[in-house]
């Protein structure tokens, strides 16, 4: 694959992919974060759909599916990353059993994250929501972190997870007070992982 492959610096706030645009590649996160979001409609507020951190796939669905983007893509941090032809992604797929079976694992654990947010959006309170925000930023570099600059603004935060950006700042607010996180600036520590967890699964 590396052959096929073309590998690009991005910096923060850079827009790689507009909703609408017919697709060519599927890109590949190698380092960096991105935010994947729908364009704001007639409210003037974007719907934020997820963050994708190194590992991940930007635009695999235009594979086998609508091969025209249904999202935008900005990056959140300087990124590099590694675009494919997407008829040599789909020739690699026919061809290579091992590299499928890794794809379907990939688009496998993806959904299981969009039940897991849609369940929490749908199941919990605002505290829960941010909560479970504040422990999937946590994860986002591939392994679980304590201390991270928080990748996203209140407002961002609250798109996310379906609040104000007034909540989003109480609700961090009280955790920090409650001495469950110690946030200064963008700096979030998280103190009582445990406390956080019980929140997030009952809030």
Not at 13 to 18: A, H, P, T, Y
């Amino acid at each position: 694959m590396a052959s096929n492959c073309a590998v690009v610096k991005h910096r923060a706030g850079e827009v790689i992919i507009k909703e609408g645009m017919h697709s060519t590649h599927v890109a590949y996160i190698k380092s960096g974060l991105a935010k994947v979001h729908k364009e704001a409609g007639a409210g003037g507020v974007e719907t934020i759909l997820k963050l994708s951190g190194s590992g991940s796939y930007i635009g695999i669905q235009t594979v086998l599916a609508d091969p025209v983007h249904q999202f935008s893509v900005t990056c959140l941090e300087d990124s590099e990353l590694c675009y494919i032809d997407i008829h040599s992604f789909r020739e690699l797929l026919r061809r290579n059993a091992s590299f499928s079976y890794e794809t379907i694992i990939y688009l496998c654990r993806d959904e299981l994250q969009h039940f897991q947010r849609l369940i929490s959006l749908s199941n919990r309170q605002v505290n829960g929501r941010i909560a479970h925000a504040i422990l999937c930023f946590s994860e986002l570099r591939g392994s679980r972190e304590d201390s991270f600059l928080l990748p996203l603004s209140r407002a961002e935060i609250g798109n996310l997870v379906n609040a104000s950006r007034e909540s989003v700042s109480r609700v961090v607010q009280d955790l920090h007070q409650s001495g469950i996180i110690r946030l200064r600036g963008r700096k979030l520590e998280i103190i009582d992982r445990e406390r956080l967890t019980k929140l997030a699964r009952s809030g």
